[in-house]
């Protein structure tokens, strides 16, 4: 486990992490503690994925089209 915070974390280190993580605790060679401290971490670092893609996905939405498809800017969240 990286010592980063994970509110800190891009999506692409968070998911490159959660991964590192999820292989441990599938191969089971850890103590008990540190499988409680890694489980921990990996809904930390899922949470913070989940968080990163609605981000984008909110963003994607903003975007508008005009009559052709093409992009012409963005709306503000919610159409306000």
């Given at each position: ?39 921990e971490r990996g809904a930390a670092l899922k949470k913070r994925c989940e968080t990163k893609l609605k981000e984008a996905e909110e963003k994607v939405a903003q ?18």
């Amino acid at each position: 486990m990286t010592e980063t915070a994970v509110e800190e974390m891009s999506f692409e280190a968070a998911m490159a992490e959660l991964e590192k993580v999820l292989g441990q605790l599938e191969r089971g060679d850890v103590a008990l503690d540190e499988s409680i401290a890694l489980y921990e971490r990996g809904a930390a670092l899922k949470k913070r994925c989940e968080t990163k893609l609605k981000e984008a996905e909110e963003k994607v939405a903003q975007i508008t089209l005009d009559g052709d498809g093409n992009p012409t800017g963005v709306a503000a969240v919610g159409g306000v």
